[in-house]
Nanobody, 125 residues
């Protein structure tokens, strides 16, 4: 059984940093695509970042590029999202997602196989 557990969320001020972690069990983050999505109130879930099994392919949404960094620790089976210079529009529930070893179009929500329960990030202005 695959389980993804997010941690590290909370309330921060605009311009602050926050690091989210996703502890995976039942799936190897080193051999599968992993990603972060977020969903703001009243909006659809949107892509944030994805990382390939090898870590060579990394993709970011334009809105977070140069501020967020996705990475993974295969020894601990954890995926992290370092978020810097947070903005109020970044307030959302952040979700960890796990895919397969080969994926096409990782920005779509329907291609991901497993989801975490989500964690709240609130950025005050």
């Amino acid at each position: 059984q695959v389980r993804l557990v997010e941690s590290g969320g909370g309330l921060v001020q605009g311009g602050d940093s926050l690091k989210l972690s996703c502890a995976a069990s039942g799936i190897d983050v080193g051999t599968n695509y992993m990603a972060w999505f977020r969903q703001a109130p009243g909006k659809e879930r949107e892509f944030v970042a994805a990382i390939s099994p090898s870590g060579v392919y990394i993709d970011y949404a334009a809105s977070v590029k140069d501020r967020f960094t996705i990475s993974k620790n295969t020894g601990k089976n954890v995926v992290t999202l370092q978020m810097n210079v947070l903005k109020p529009e970044g307030t959302a529930v952040y979700y960890c997602a796990a895919g397969s070893s080969r994926m096409i179009g990782p920005r779509g929500t329907n291609v991901w196989l497993h989801w975490g329960q989500g964690i709240q990030v609130t950025v005050s202005s």
